[in-house]
């Protein structure tokens, strides 16, 4: 799967050491190749929750059929 700069994706799992859930929404900041992704992840605010650097397994683009959800920053 590749991304492009600036697409939302989601979150694919848990991570609790930055306060994350799978599902969470973020946005690509840089892309390393084809293996890896930075994702800037915020809250509804715009502040900003997390910066990581993921493997492309671990997001995935947006679906049609995605629900939006609210829940407290961790």
Wanted: proline share 4%; hydrophobic share 50%.
């Amino acid at each position: 799967m590749s991304f492009r700069e600036l697409e939302t994706v989601v979150l694919a799992r848990d991570l609790p050491e930055v306060g994350l859930r799978a599902g969470d929404l973020g946005a690509v900041v840089q892309v390393y190749g084809t293996d890896a992704v930075e994702v800037e992840f915020v809250t509804a605010a715009g502040r900003t929750q997390a910066l990581h650097t993921l493997d492309v397994a671990d997001v995935r683009p947006v679906r049609d059929d995605d629900l939006l959800a609210v829940r407290p920053a961790a």
